[in-house]
């Protein structure tokens, strides 16, 4: 904690001296950021507009969740087909999140369907390539040992597959809400009539700015708080693997 406060300090007084350097109105200082994040605390719009980019992030990384665990578990525990089927997703994976804006804009309209679509298919693509390697890639050793017990596939997969499978879960989990996150702003930035990114573009046009840094300050933070909690989820779901957050 110690350490944190003293980066942050060292990082303000930074920011502060190469502001006053710059002395320039697009390069704006803490304090100016203060007085500006105050403004938008007071009038609602930061509320708001936080508030609306993290459902858009709630409703898209829970259907890539639901559906990233259970194909890739599908995936891997089916051997060659799953192969087959992972093959053909590999040539999706690739494409970053934000070129399936306009795509996503003309399929599902200006809006919050957009938005998700694209939020699903940034989580979506490491929770399904990290489930299934690690379903694929369960220990010979222990399904010798339920085959020995003549465990049936369900106990195999209930008390084998899945607690092997556990660590690699929790962290395809933990990186696919990094990138709903940072595919949510994406998305706002031209898809969308609210949300942080799009008061990003608003700001924009009106040159603010100081509440253009604010809105990313805010995304920066709500990342980071992100990462912190999946990352004490991940502990106490999977406590015989630490993170590496």
């Not at 053909?88 to 919050?112: K, M, N, S, T």
């Not at 980071?224 to 590496?244: G, I």
Request: net charge neutral; glycine share 8%.
């Amino acid at each position: 904690m110690v350490r944190r406060i003293v980066a942050l300090s060292v990082a303000l007084a930074v920011w502060h001296i190469a502001a006053v350097i710059a002395d320039s109105v697009i390069f704006p200082a803490p304090l100016a950021c203060l007085a500006a994040a105050q403004d938008a605390v007071a009038d609602g719009s930061l509320q708001k507009n936080t508030m609306a980019s993290l459902t858009r992030v709630g409703v898209g990384y829970a259907v890539a969740a639901t559906l990233g665990v259970f194909l890739g578990a599908l995936s891997g525990i089916l051997g060659v087909l799953g192969l087959g089927f992972r093959d053909v997703l590999e040539l999706l994976r690739p494409i970053p999140p934000i070129a399936w804006v306009p795509i996503a804009i003309l399929w599902f309209g200006l809006g919050d369907k957009s938005a998700w679509f694209v939020v699903f298919l940034g989580a979506f693509f490491p929770i399904f390539v990290q489930v299934a390697h690690a379903f694929a890639n369960c220990p010979e050793e222990h399904l010798e040992v339920a085959r020995a017990y003549e465990s049936s596939p369900f106990d195999t997969f209930v008390w084998v597959r899945l607690p092997a499978a556990a660590p690699d879960i929790a962290q395809g989990l933990r990186v696919g809400l990094g990138l709903a996150w940072t595919s949510v702003i994406a998305a706002e930035l031209v898809g969308v009539k609210n949300g942080l990114g799009d008061r990003i573009q608003q700001l924009r046009y009106v040159s603010d700015y100081e509440g253009m840094l604010v809105c990313m300050i805010v995304i920066g933070l709500l990342g980071w708080l992100m990462t912190t909690l999946a990352n004490l989820v991940q502990q106490r779901v999977v406590p015989w693997q630490k993170s590496s957050v």
